[in-house]
């Protein structure tokens, strides 16, 4: 049996499907702390722009008014779904990347925006569009703590990834291992392990978790 390493932990309905055929282990990398976010200088008349929806869960823990946001910019199935339960315009990016969604909002020909993110969030968004001149009010919301655990790889046969931070954080003690299958959740994510030396990262169709394990599941069956 394939033994497979999950760099996130997933709810147990998510792998039971899958430990019949796939043995399936879980470690933290990343851990997420949600932080009180100031209302008072927020202009809800600009667009927001969300690229992680840790940052939709922090506004729903401190129990953020999402009424009267009129539109907002974002990527991800995970950041959408939580968006739908309200009465927003949202524009997705069709492709799974910050640099999409900056060049949505270039084309909308967009002045200023409110981006709601992370203590550690990726610079392509905020290049793109300072180089633009597009003003950016920045809110940070929570805090991603890299965990950088220490991982004997040669017990796997494969290594899923959820996130670059998570990459960041396993990459810190750990190195490439050529003998191994990476997986990643979807691009961004992808580019990180390109960036470690990984010559071949496989991706999902869809960037979710279910998608990532039926993924996974497939290479092995069809093998």
Known sequence: MKKLLLTKILPSEHINKYSSSIEIEQIKVISIDYI??????????????????????????????????????????????????????TVKSKIENA???????????????????????????????????????????????????IVDSDKYNAIAFFSPSGVESYFKNNCYNPKIDYFAIGNTTKFELLFYGIQKVICPPKPNSNSLLECIYDHYIDE
């Open 99 to 149: 640099n999409s969604v900056a060049d949505i909002i270039i084309d909308d020909k967009v002045n200023e925006i409110n981006f709601v993110c992370g203590n550690i969030r990726r610079d392509e968004l905020i290049n793109k569009l300072n180089k633009n001149d597009i003003k950016i009010n920045e809110f940070v919301n929570y805090n991603t703590k890299l965990e950088y655990p």
């Open 36 to 89: 009180h976010f100031d209302f008072s200088k927020i202009n809800y008349d600009l667009p927001f722009v969300f690229t992680s929806s840790n940052s939709v869960k922090s506004l729903l823990k401190n129990n953020f008014k999402f009424n009267r946001i009129k539109k907002a910019y974002l990527f991800g199935i995970k950041t959408e779904e939580l968006l739908s339960k309200y009465n927003i315009k």
